[in-house]
Nanobody, 127 residues
Framework: QVQLVESGGGLVQAGGSLRLSCAAS????????MGWYRQAPGKQRELVAT???????NYADSVKGRSTISRDNAKNTVYLQMNSLKPEDTAVYYC?????????????????????WGQGTQVTVSS
């Protein structure tokens, strides 16, 4: 079983900074891509930033220039440094990981690709 444990959310004033962390643990052989998504009240979940094991990075236009995603491959951990935060950044931030893992299925173990989500961490930016 794989777990994604997020930390670093909280309440911050506009213009402030936060650093989110997400650590993946469990039966993981390799992590292909990790990233962050967010969901504000009444809105759909949207991409914030992703990073592949090879270091390819993708940012949403809304956070480009204000956020930096990074990862520690040895620790299967991804970080999101967010600066110059705005009230519209307020949302629940979810960690996501695409990885090769193992599962017990139909009497034997097998390897397959997984896509897992963390529980989410609240980020609130006050004006």
């Amino acid at each position: 079983q794989v777990q994604l444990v997020e930390s670093g959310g909280g309440l911050v004033q506009a213009g402030g900074s936060l650093r989110l962390s997400c650590a993946a643990s469990g039966s993981i052989f390799s992590v292909h891509r990790m990233g962050w998504y967010r969901q504000a009240p009444g809105k759909q979940r949207e991409l914030v930033a992703t990073i592949t094991s090879g270091g390819t990075i993708n940012y949403a236009d809304s956070v480009k220039g204000r956020s930096t995603i990074s990862r520690d491959n040895a620790k299967n951990t991804v970080y999101l440094q967010m600066n110059s935060l705005k009230p519209e950044d307020t949302a629940v931030y979810y960690c996501n990981a695409e990885f090769l893992g193992t599962e017990y299925y139909d009497g034997s173990y097998r390897d397959r690709d997984f896509n897992s989500w963390g529980q989410g961490t609240q980020v609130t930016v006050s004006s």
